[in-house]
C-alpha cells in the first residue's frame, strides 16, 4: 500500500523580475513572556507546535506576529508589562536595582531566502553573525534615566514600564517601518473566531494579500467616489432643505475600503457562519497560492469548532499549501501525526528554554503514524512516565492494579501516563520515547514465548528508562490468564454462575473487556496484581 508522502512545498527561486520567497530560519526571545530565553531553529516549509497549556505555543505565535508586524501599535494594545518575563522582573526588583541592569526584552527573527533586502543584513544580533533579520527591542528610553532612578530609589514593588521604548530594527540597526515589511504573514487564532476586531483584521490582512497596490490605490479612489456620489444623489432632496448642517458619509481612515469590505462565501458573509465553518474558511482562503499571496501563516489551534470530517479536509488543505511556511499551533495528536511527526517541535512547561524536536525521528516511524488510526501519540511526548499496555482489559485495571501494588499511591500522584497501545506498534512509541527521553514500562503478554516476543523482540529498544515487562511463564500467555491463576476465588465468584458450556477462565479469554470491567467494579481488597505487572509498577516508580 503506498503510503501517503509528506508534506512537500516546491520554491521557485528566481530573482528575474519574480518574487524570492523567504522563509523564517530562527527565531530568538529573551524576557518575553515565559521565556527568559529560547532559540528555535525552524524548518522552511512546516513547524508544528505542541505542548503544554503554559508551553508557550501562543507566545510563540506572537512573537512571530508582533515582530513581523513592526507595529508599535500592537505592542501598545497588548501592553509592555503583559509581554515582559515576569520572573527577570521580579529578579531585577530584589536585586540592586540599578538602572544600567534593568532587563530588556529582546525578539529576533532571521530570514532565509530574501534576495534584494541588503538592508536587513547585519551583525547587530544577539549572535554576532552576519544575517537578514529584524527584530523588536523593548528598552529604557535613555531620556528617562533620571525619572526612573527617582522611582527605583523609592524602593516599592512597580515597575517603570511607562519608561520603556518599543523599536523595530534590522540586523543594521536602522528602523523597520509595518508598510516595508519584508514578509507577508497573518495570524489566525480560532479562540478569537467571533472576534469583531479580529474578524476585520483578519480581512484586512487578506485583502492586502490578494491585492496590488495599484489595486489598493484604485479601489480606494472608486470607493471614495462612490460614496460623494451616494451624498450627492441620495441625500440631495434631503439636504436642500436643510440650513447648514447636512448628513454626509463618513470618509475618514476609520470608515475606508479596508474597513468596511466582507468576506463572502456563495454572497453569505463569513462571520454569519458557524465557528467551525468561520475556522475552516479563513484557514483555506489564507492557504490559496496567489501571485501576492502571504509568504507565513500562523495557525492557532485549528482544531478548535472543527468537526473530525472538516478537519480531515483541513489538513489535506494544509499538505497541498505551496510557496508558505506554516507555523501550527495544536494539541491534537491527529493534526500532529497526519502532518508530520518530524515536524514537530515540544515545548516544555518545566523547562521553557530547552525545547525538544522530532526531526530525528525515523521516517518510517513518521509515515506510519500518518497512516495509523487515532493515536496517542501527543500525550506520550508531553509526559515524563509512562506505562504502555495493549489492549482494553489492560487499560481499564491498570489504575487499580498500580495501587494494588503500590499502596497509598496513584498514578496521577506518580505521575505516571497509562496509554493503550496496539502490540504491533509498541517499538514506534518506544523510539518517540528514547529520542525524548521519557521513561516508559511496557507491559504485554508473552504469547507463548517469553523470550521471542518479549527478550528478543526488544533487544534494540530497551534502555536504563525503556523496559518491558511480561510473565515469564509461557503458560501464563496473556493477561486474563495472568489474572485468573492469581485470582481464582475472586473470579470463580464473579464469572462461574450460569456457565454451562464455558469455564470461567475460557469465559474472560472471549470476553475480555467485559471481565475486566466487571473485575474493576468489583471490591478489589482480595485482588492481586500479577507479579510481572507488580515489577512493571516498582521499577516505573523508581
Known amino acids: 500500500m503506498a503510503v501517503m508522502p509528506v508534506l512537500q512545498i516546491r520554491r521557485s527561486i528566481s530573482n528575474g523580475g519574480k518574487t524570492y520567497v523567504g522563509t523564517i530560519r530562527r527565531l530568538i526571545l529573551k524576557n518575553f513572556k515565559r ?55 521580579a529578579a531585577f526588583l530584589r536585586g540592586s536595582r540599578k538602572v544600567a541592569e534593568l532587563p530588556e526584552l ?34 529604557p528610553v535613555d ?56 474578524m476585520r483584521e483578519y480581512t484586512r490582512s487578506m485583502y492586502a494579500a490578494h491585492a496590488t497596490v495599484a489595486q489598493r490605490n484604485l479601489h480606494a479612489f472608486e470607493y471614495r467616489k462612490a460614496k460623494a456620489k451616494f451624498k450627492d444623489d441620495t441625500f440631495k432632496v434631503m439636504n436642500d432643505a436643510l440650513d447648514s448642517y447636512k448628513f454626509d458619509v463618513r470618509t475618514s481612515p476609520k470608515a475606508s475600503i479596508e474597513t468596511d469590505i466582507i468576506i463572502t462565501e456563495d454572497d453569505i458573509p463569513v462571520d454569519s457562519k458557524g465557528k467551525g465553518r468561520q475556522c475552516f474558511i479563513k484557514t483555506e482562503f489564507a492557504l490559496r497560492n496567489r501571485e501576492h499571496a502571504l509568504n507565513v501563516l500562523l495557525l492557532e489551534e485549528p482544531e478548535n469548532h472543527l468537526s473530525h470530517v472538516h478537519m480531515r479536509m483541513l489538513i489535506e488543505r494544509i ?20 502532518l508530520n511527526l518530524k515536524k514537530v517541535i515540544i515545548l516544555s512547561e518545566e523547562n521553557p528554554s530547552r525545547p525538544a524536536n522530532l526531526k ?67 517499538k514506534r512509541y518506544l523510539e518517540l520515547a528514547r529520542l525524548l527521553g521519557i521513561k516508559v514500562a511496557v507491559i504485554r503478554d508473552n ?45 470463580e465468584a464473579l464469572f462461574a454462575a450460569g456457565r454451562k458450556s464455558l469455564g470461567v ?34 521499577w516505573i516508580r523508581e
Open 319 to 338: 499538505r497541498a499549501s505551496v510557496k508558505k511556511q506554516l507555523f501550527v499551533a495544536t494539541h491534537s495528536s491527529f493534526i500532529t501525526t497526519r
Open 360 to 426: 530525528d525521528l525515523s521516517q518510517g516511524t513518521a509515515e506510519f503514524f500518518m497512516k495509523a488510526p487515532d493515536n496517542n501519540v501527543l500525550e506520550l511526548a508531553l509526559c515524563k512516565k509512562a506505562i504502555l499496555v495493549e489492549g482494553d482489559a489492560e487499560f481499564i485495571l491498570v489504575e487499580k492494579l498500580y495501587r494494588l501494588s503500590a499502596p497509598g499511591r496513584t498514578l496521577d500522584a506518580d505521575g505516571v501516563h497509562v496509554i493503550s497501545v496496539d502490540g504491533t506498534s509498541f
Open 505 to 538: 477462565e475460557e469465559y474472560m479469554l472471549k470476553n475480555k473487556t467485559d471481565a475486566a470491567f466487571a473485575l474493576l467494579q468489583h471490591d478489589g481488597a482480595a485482588l492481586v496484581a500479577p507479579e510481572y505487572i507488580q515489577q512493571a509498577v516498582a
Open 143 to 198: 531620556e528617562y534615566t533620571k525619572q526612573i532612578q527617582a522611582i527605583l530609589a523609592e524602593k516599592h514593588e512597580n515597575f517603570p514600564f511607562e519608561y520603556y521604548g518599543v523599536h523595530f530594527l534590522t540586523f543594521t540597526d536602522e528602523a523597520v517601518f509595518p508598510y516595508k515589511k519584508p514578509l507577508g504573514h497573518l495570524l489566525i487564532d480560532s479562540s478569537l473566531i467571533n472576534n469583531e476586531y479580529a
Open 35 to 89: 521565556f527568559k530565553a529560547l532559540e528555535l531553529e525552524f524548518d522552511p516549509e512546516l513547524n508544528i507546535l505542541v505542548g503544554g497549556n503554559e508551553a508557550g505555543k501562543s507566545s510563540v505565535l506572537q512573537a512571530l506576529d508582533i515582530a513581523l508586524s513592526a507595529s508599535r501599535s500592537k505592542v501598545e494594545a497588548i501592553g509592555i508589562e503583559a509581554l515582559f518575563n515576569v520572573d527577570c522582573i
Open 106 to 139: 529582546l525578539v529576533e527573527v532571521y530570514f532565509d531566502g530574501l534576495a534584494g533586502h541588503h538592508e536587513l543584513d547585519g551583525r547587530n544580533n544577539s549572535k554576532g553573525i552576519d544575517h537578514l533579520g529584524i527584530k523588536m527591542v523593548c528598552k
Open 447 to 491: 504469547d507463548h514465548d517469553h523470550a521471542t516476543n518479549c527478550v528478543a523482540n526488544y533487544a534494540g529498544h530497551v534502555s536504563p528508562s525503556i523496559q518491558v515487562f511480561a510473565d515469564t511463564d509461557n503458560a501464563r500467555h496473556t493477561f486474563e490468564v495472568c489474572i485468573y491463576q492469581d485470582n481464582k476465588a475472586t473470579c
